[in-house]
């Protein structure tokens, strides 16, 4: 702007004189810098400023104009049009040019103001008709308060940031004080620029703002104006990262939550902030290396609660993989009516949200932390980026990606994941067959195949959703009655299955669906489709008793609570928003705000099972109220669990593969190559893995959900144990119970009797972090690095790609992330979440010697074999044809509760003989040394112990295993399996008798029979089936229990030690004199009265342990 715009000399007590001189500035404001151009004009005292405004063409009418002025402080009091005042030279475009003059009331300094800033009065005007800023009161601090355009756009950032955040105050009220606090304002963004400008940060002058901003809020009266202030200063404290002064780019600011202590829990490791006139956006992220998806959303006023929701539930999510939990959203401020344009929009929203979480983010190059230039950063280094398609994003993938490529982002196109490079998730249905093993584990549970028997099912969603028209096409049986989605309710209440699912495919193959393409005809009697616009719905008979609902007409809130309240089978969740909130929550407390007429009560739902495919379908409190009462559901983030495992394993190919820098020849070819791994080789050897990844994503799903099974049923026989497992992870900080409340000893024996003591899904938030607690301890640890452990990046990769990635990718960091990941998944999943705390409490081990422990047990008896037989006993094979059956005709449930059994016997074994190592082996435990020193002696006792058994009439033993051999050959288990956990109980003592014979070097075979020849005649194995099977009243005496057995098993083996000393050769004649001592008569009638006891104290064990001790001392 020229300074004779400034100048006073120049201005006129008559308006009329200045106006060829203000027409031609104006004019050339409007050619050099864009409309409008201004010109600015001290007049008098009555009138003291006119503004001259050149418009290209007729300029804009009257009433676009003077609410803009009035923003700025700027009241009109008259217009005069000039008209039409030249063409060519006087536009950039060489359009007609319009200039207009308002001659602006106030007082006098009002000029002196406007004078001063006029640059920045011409800036923010440009800016607002531009469409690249706000018009709100705000803009007046130009002029009050000296700021520029940009920090009023700082400024209104940061209001709006806090008002998403929660802040009890509307946004006209920060309008009002924030321009009544003109020197606040300026110290505030002073304060700003000194901790966060380039080249001019400047600590001390920092700490003397913050102390005069301190010193101002002490005379601040009011409270609410206190609160506005306060978290304003708080933010700007917090910011670590800013483009604010990265030109191009859309105004971000990273800020460290630690420093907000005002934000409800939990905190993100880091969030970002990106605000526009176009959109508002947030990334949440739970680490600094986290991934998860960026949704389109469509809540205006509370878009942090949204995705700090989302954020959490994606955080206990990806305790299932590598990255801690993300979560981003943005939201549209001027959406346009128009559809396409609509979705245009959206998507250029999208990718300036992503360029500037780039723009914040370090890159990496030659394996070197490297910081955008220019970028002031209060923080640590922070590189990890990664994205993922999310609602309203699944077509944007391929967007994000050539965007980070083209920024030169150091992962390239494994930055988000999906698109034209990448799995497409919705074309694989991975996130809905991830839900339905969720679905199949409910229903085998209940004694139904979920595949083939005809169910009964109400949902959220459309066919053309992800979620929901994958979801609705895994059972051709499945009969659909109501749904509904933004637009439509869908009512069928008499479905024909096969018509039903032909029609839902013909849906889901359409580009853009929607229920009103259902064809009418193929609608049971009484169906139809609604608009989510009818003010009511009429009910056929049919659909008033499908819903058990009495009223003919039905607003459509009342229907959707209906549809809701349903009794059905299952309530298949495909959509957004919280539909359902436990009884004693208030609709506040939920946090969504749209839902509140149509959600209902936990106690009123009367599906047998609700599945969560959509994020935050029930508060949590609602999902333990309805499984309290016999309901049937996990969580969002165990059921759709399946989308972040195929994202994540598909980033993790894409790194693995640009580490090995070089492939071999053709998949499956034998000779190497020398060519790299180019973009399109690339892609093709992620398409040849497709389906090896599906099924590795798909046993996840599976393994967790029936490891939920097992831990619920070793909940009910462990209450204080639980409960002192929940107090470990509060009180180590892992688990915040304000955030994921879990109840209390109390509360778990309050529940006894009355149904589980813990919900499937309290017990989900113990797996997710117990997860993340054996993570934490194995990615620094040692154990890591022993080849041993290798076999856990070999599990992991899709057996394809194995020969190319694994050689090459143990030096990568991103190896010891995935190796903690699929240890941590594989301890929980099998031993559950208190394995290692309760070793820890018997042994005194830390975690990573029972990380140890539980590898070399699962070794040693083959228990990887039997979980891989166990795991897929009940399921399908890929590819099987789909029958319908009648509900009976497979015994479902007995299958499942073969399943669980045979799980808990593994556990059960496997926690015994890690106390064992513990406690009898040096540590910390050297993997190959002990699975070396014990493995053929394991093997040679699992052999030869059945006849060994029979051999020496064992019946107490030979009953117990031939009972449990039964009942899981009749469940379907295969033999090998079956006889294999039927032999576990009996096995436990393996590690004694295997011990004893190397000790002695003696075969096993004589110890064993030793071992267990004393046994049948001291009654041993009576007395050890008692202590198992009647576990103790308190923890305290269930551990002294186990530490007893494990006693007892002890001397059973210092018995055969103290025999073999005095055998002279003839074990077996050793046995027999001892069995015929006065000693083994005294041990006997201590078994046969403990035995007989109603309970089995600990004392009582103690007597027998101290007999048998006796009996190793006076053996002859």
């Keep these: 702007m020229s300074a004779s715009i400034g100048s006073a000399a120049r201005a006129a007590s008559d308006p009329a004189s200045g106006r060829p001189a203000a027409t031609d500035e104006a004019r050339a404001a409007l050619a050099a810098q864009g409309a409008p151009g201004l010109a600015v004009r001290r007049v008098d005292d009555s009138c003291p400023l006119s503004l001259w405004l050149a418009w290209p063409g007729a300029g804009p009418p009257l009433a676009d104009v003077v609410p803009m002025l009035a923003n700025l402080g700027l009241r009109a009091e008259d217009q005069h049009p000039l008209g039409p005042v030249g063409s060519g030279d006087g536009c950039a475009t060489g359009d007609t040019v319009s200039v207009d003059e308002y001659r602006i009331l106030g007082p006098p300094e009002l000029a002196t103001q406007a004078l001063a800033q006029v640059g920045e009065l011409g800036e923010t005007l440009r800016a607002i008709w531009a469409g690249r800023a706000d018009s709100d009161p705000l803009d007046r601090l130009v002029l009050t308060a000296g700021l520029t355009a940009g920090e009023v756009a700082l400024l209104r950032a940061l209001l709006r940031y806090l008002l998403h955040a929660g802040l009890p105050l509307s946004e006209a009220y920060g309008h009002r004080m924030l321009t009544a606090r003109g020197s606040f304002v300026r110290d505030l963004v002073a304060l700003f620029h ?82 526009t006139a176009r959109f508002d956006a947030l990334h949440l992220r739970a680490g600094l290396v986290a991934r998860g998806g960026i949704r389109w959303s469509d809540r205006t006023e509370d878009l942090r609660a949204e995705i700090a ?105 494994a930055f988000a994941s999906g698109g034209r490079t990448g799995y497409d998730h919705k074309a694989l249905g991975i996130t809905a067959r991830g839900v339905w093993e969720s679905v199949r584990r409910h229903f085998a549970e209940l004694g139904v195949d979920a595949d083939g028997e005809p169910i009964t099912v109400v949902g959220i969603g459309d066919m053309s959703g992800d979620v929901f028209g994958n979801g609705l096409l895994q059972s ?33 193959a359409l580009p853009a669906s929607s229920w009103d393409d259902y064809d009418r005809s193929a609608l049971s009697a009484g169906g139809g489709v609604f608009p989510l616009s009818a003010r009511r719905v009429p009910l056929s008979p049919q659909i008033r008793a499908r819903l058990r609902v009495d009223a003919e007409c039905l607003t459509v809130d009342e229907l959707i609570r209906s549809i809701l309240r349903a009794p059905v089978d299952l309530l298949w969740n495909g959509g957004i928003g919280t539909w359902v909130k436990a009884s004693r929550e208030d609709h506040h407390a939920v946090g969504d705000k749209a839902r509140d007429r149509r959600r209902v009560d936990a106690s009123e739902l009367r599906a047998r099972v609700v599945a969560e495919g959509g994020n935050l379908g029930l508060t949590e409190a609602a999902r333990v109220e309805y499984c309290l009462a016999g309901g049937r559901c996990n969580t969002d983030f165990i059921d759709n669990s399946a989308g972040v495992d195929c994202s994540d394993r598909e980033v993790n190919l894409k790194i693995g593969l640009a580490a090995a820098g070089r492939v071999p020849g053709p998949i499956g070819g034998s000779s190497p190559g020398t060519a790299p791994v180019d973009p399109s080789g690339r892609d093709d050897l992620l398409a040849a893995a497709t389906d090896e990844v599906v099924q590795l994503v798909l046993a996840d799903s599976a393994r967790q959900v029936l490891s939920l099974s097992v831990s619920e049923r070793q909940a009910a026989v462990s209450v204080e144990g639980m409960a002192r497992l929940t107090g470990h992870l509060v009180s180590a900080g892992i688990l915040d119970p304000s955030v994921d409340p879990v109840p209390d000893q109390e509360v778990m024996r309050a529940r006894m009797g009355r149904g589980p003591v813990l919900a499937r899904p309290e017990i989900a938030i113990l797996h997710a972090y117990g997860k993340r607690e054996v993570f934490g301890e194995l990615v620094g640890s040692e154990l890591l690095a022993e080849p041993a452990t290798a076999e856990a990046l070999d599990a992991y990769l899709p057996a394809t790609l194995r020969p190319l990635i694994s050689p090459r990718f143990d030096r990568h960091p991103l190896w010891r992330a995935i190796a903690a990941s699929q240890l941590a998944n594989d301890l929980v999943d099998r031993v559950g979440a208190g394995f290692l705390f309760r070793l820890e409490e018997l042994t005194g081990a830390p975690p990573v010697d029972g990380v140890r422990a539980f590898l070399i047990t699962r070794d040693l008896f083959g228990l990887a074999w039997v979980w891989e037989a166990v795991d897929g006993h009940h399921q399908p094979a890929a590819g099987a044809p789909r029958r319908a059956r009648r509900r009976g005709d497979v015994p479902g449930g007995d299958r499942v509760d073969a399943a669980v059994e045979a799980l808990l016997r593994c556990r059960m074994l ?65 033999l090998r399996a079956a006889e294999q956990v039927a032999r576990l109980k009996v096995m436990v003592n393996a590690l004694d ?110 007597a027998v342990v101290l007999r048998l001790d006796d009996l190793a001392d006076l053996v002859p």
Excluded at 1033 to 1042: C, G, I, L, P
Excluded at 1095 to 1100: F, G
């Design 309 to 413: 929701g989302l954020m959490k539930a994606q955080r206990v999510k990806n305790a299932l993989i590598v990255p801690d939990g993300a979560k981003g959203g943005y939201v549209l401020r001027r959406p346009p009516d128009d559809p396409r344009r609509r979705e245009a929009e959206g998507r250029a929203c999208y990718a300036a949200f992503i360029r500037a979480l780039l723009a914040l983010t370090d890159n990496r190059v030659d394996g070197v932390t490297v910081r955008r230039p220019g970028l002031v950063c209060h923080d640590g280094e922070d590189s990890y980026l990664v994205v993922a398609a999310d609602k309203g994003t699944a077509r944007f993938s391929d967007l994000a990606n050539a965007i980070a490529v083209e920024s030169g982002y150091w992962l390239g196109d």
């Design 993 to 1102: 008798i295997v011990d004893v014979a190397l000790q002695h070097d003696i075969a096993v075979t004589e110890v064993l029979t030793a071992y267990f020849d004393l046994g049948v005649r001291l009654g041993l194995g009576r007395l050890t089936t008692r202590i198992v099977d009647r576990p103790g009243d308190s923890y305290w005496e269930t551990m002294a229990k186990a530490s007893l057995r494990s006693k007892l098993a002890s001397s059973h083996a210092q018995l055969v030690e103290a025999l073999l000393a005095r055998a002279g050769g003839d074990l077996d004649a050793a046995v027999e004199r001892a069995a015929r001592s006065g000693g083994a008569s005294r041990v006997r009638a201590v078994v046969d009265e403990v035995v007989e006891a109603p309970e089995v104290t600990s004392a009582m064990v103690a």
């Design 910 to 974: 496997q926690e015994y003989a890690a106390q064992w190592l513990l406690r009898r082996r040096p540590r910390p435990l050297d993997l190959t040394a002990e699975t070396m020193r014990y493995y053929d002696g394991v093997s040679e006792v699992a052999m030869a112990l059945p006849e060994t058994l029979r051999r020496l009439g064992a019946r107490e033993e030979l009953d117990a295993i031939e009972t449990v051999r039964r009942r899981l050959l009749g469940a379907g288990l295969r």
């Design 194 to 275: 000194a901790r966060m400008r380039p080249g001019a940060e400047d600590p001390d002058g920092a700490a003397e703002l913050a102390a005069s901003l301190d010193r101002d809020l002490d005379t601040v009266a009011g409270i609410d104006e206190d609160l506005l202030l306060t978290r304003l200063r708080d933010v700007v404290l917090a910011v670590v990262r800013t483009t604010y002064y990265l030109p191009g780019e859309a105004l971000a600011v990273k800020l460290d939550p630690g420093r907000l202590r005002w934000l409800p829990r939990p905190l993100p490791a880091a969030e970002v902030f990106v605000s």
């Design 476 to 508: 051709d049986q499945l009969r659909l009655v109501a749904a509904f989605d933004h637009r439509h309710l869908f009512l069928d209440p008499d479905p024909d299955p096969d018509r039903s699912y032909a029609q839902r495919r013909r849906l889901a």
